[in-house]
């Protein structure tokens, strides 16, 4: 398990050697090297690969170019030695990059009715394919991980242009295939990155997301409760997994904890602003004005419709989202969880800001309140460390109370 650690405080206090100390510096520079490394590498992979496509804008050029870069790499995978070896993974893959994105528009662009299918089960053919390599070879494993991932999106993508006006719980079922296979690709390529993102298409399954306009960023949650609900189940997963399964598929399952807990507590936000209705757009049929409707009419028809509806007030995801946060922060100290630690701290400051202005800006009592409670709590959680520790291993933890 990963740990946050002062070796120049342990090396001080005799637990390590200066030897040891300097292992442990070494080894953590070069673990945030080759994440800065890797990182550029993607991105200039992708960026390269998007902007020739866009570029050259004709599919016997795309294919030519794509041609051209996937044999210079194979050269110097093949010839380059060690040294070369990134250079020659980069370039085939944008050539790569170059036949499949290509290949998809071109498809979209000649074939538009059945584009979607076909692109379905290229993208499973690619994705095997390059699984068989990948599996076999370890000196490809890089770019035939990077294949597979593409062929992977391939699927997916046409798996969106086949199920078009696709809705309710249908919808809700293909975008569950979308998250799981999106995550099993991100485990199986051990890039967890990948399987954070099948996050998007599991939140799409209640249409919760994100939107855009110049200068302003959004997320929307129509069905807070049920939501939070959903990403609640995914962080006991999670967590449960991060216990219970090799260290391998627990950094994965962490992952995805820490991407579930982020949009729970959105979603709780949400909900702290604006209560919710469980189940109403879910269900559908919220009235609609048209012209020359007199708005008492169209309001009334709202409040007899949302009347329907268990309601739950924005004050009630105010208080059971702030007593979960300092719950959610404990036990993820407690158990060593940085991640999910420091997700619940930072939304705990989003929602103290928050209730500063929407709830208690005006109200010093409330403050005063909320304050006093806070001390007795911030005591009752040190006292309960100690006593889970204590039962742990029968020492005395050093956790000292101001």
Known sequence: MPHVVDTKQLIAENILTEAQGAEIARRSRETMVSLVVNVVLC????????????????????AVAGAVFVAAGVAVLARGGELYRMLGNAAAL?????????????????????????MLGLGAGLAAGAYGVFARTASLKFAAGAVLLMGVALHLWGLGLAAEGVSGLPRALLLG??????????????????????????????????????????FYSP???????QMSALVGAGAWAMTRTPDRFGRHAGILAIMAMVVGNLAFLVGSLWGDYVGAELVGGRPVWVNGMEWTDYHAAIDAW??????ISEHVFSVVWAVLLAGGAFWAAHANRRGLFNAAITFGAIHAYTQLFETMSDEPLAWALGGLAAIPLAWGMWRLNVWL??????????????
């Not at 051990?190 to 939107?211: E, S, Y």
């Not at 949302?306 to 309601?311: M, P, S």
């Open 43 to 62: 991105v200039g992979i992708v960026a390269a690969t998007l902007g020739l496509v866009f570029w050259l804008a004709d599919a016997l050029a795309v």
């Open 306 to 311: 949302e009347a329907r509806f268990l309601h």
């Open 389 to 402: 520790a204590l039962r742990g291993d029968g020492n005395r933890p050093q956790i000292a109370a101001a």
């Open 223 to 229: 069905e807070a409760t049920l939501t939070v609900l």
């Open 94 to 118: 944008v050539g790569a990059g170059m036949l499949v994105a290509g290949g998809g528009i071109e498809l979209v662009d000649k074939f538009q009715d059945i584009a979607g299918w076909l």
């Open 177 to 218: 295939y979308a998250a799981a296979l999106v995550a099993g690709a991100g485990v199986l390529v051990d890039v967890r990155f990948i399987t954070a993102l099948a996050i998007v298409p599991f939140a799409q399954m209640l249409d919760t997301g994100t939107g855009y306009f110049h200068a302003a960023y959004f």
